[in-house]
């Protein structure tokens, strides 16, 4: 390349490439659809994640039964709970063994046998000790497996207050 056309390029003015019509259009209406989509979806996203996001509170104690009417006999006691899974809330009813422990004080076991999940039942075989009738595991006074199942079984959470028995979410057994 001589001299002189080197000097010609130089000083030439760039020149710019132009956007077509159907470019433009094309830009214009994917930039739109995006925007609109955008709109439309971020609410479910909020509204999936939001339940996520809220904090968890502590468990609440339930007003069961009166302090007086626990003995050293398990007995059963159904109780209501206010439950809140994500949008949805209801009031389902559980169920708890009460009874006072060799020390005096009460607790309170879950019936949910640790095996496959069936409901236990007090002193059935008149031995003393929780059966569970679906495939004969047994549990002692204070919930301690004895056969079958390969752990203890839960217990709630209980304070005692003003002559009356609370209980709250359920924990491992402490007891065994």
């Given at each position: ?32 659809t995006a925007f609109m989509m955008g ?138």
């Open positions: 390349m001589s001299n002189h056309e080197q000097h010609e390029t130089e000083h030439r003015p760039v020149q710019r490439k132009e956007m077509s019509r159907r470019q433009f259009l094309s830009y214009t209406l994917g930039g739109t709109g439309a979806v971020l609410p479910m996203v909020r509204f999936a994640v939001d339940p996520l996001l809220v904090k968890k509170g502590t468990g609440n104690l339930v007003k069961v039964v009166e302090e007086s009417k626990i003995t050293t006999e398990p007995q059963e006691f159904k109780f209501k709970i206010h439950q809140v899974d994500g949008w949805y809330e209801s009031e389902p009813e559980l169920v708890a063994w009460i009874s006072k422990g060799a020390d005096g004080k009460i607790f309170a076991l879950s019936p949910v046998c640790k095996h496959l999940g069936c409901t236990i039942f007090w002193n059935t075989n008149g031995k003393n000790e929780y059966d569970c009738p679906c495939h004969d595991a047994r549990y002692s006074f204070d919930g301690k497996n004895l056969a079958v199942a390969n752990s203890p079984l839960d217990e709630y959470e209980v304070k005692v207050d003003q002559g009356f028995v609370y209980l709250g979410p359920i924990m491992a057994n402490t007891r065994s």
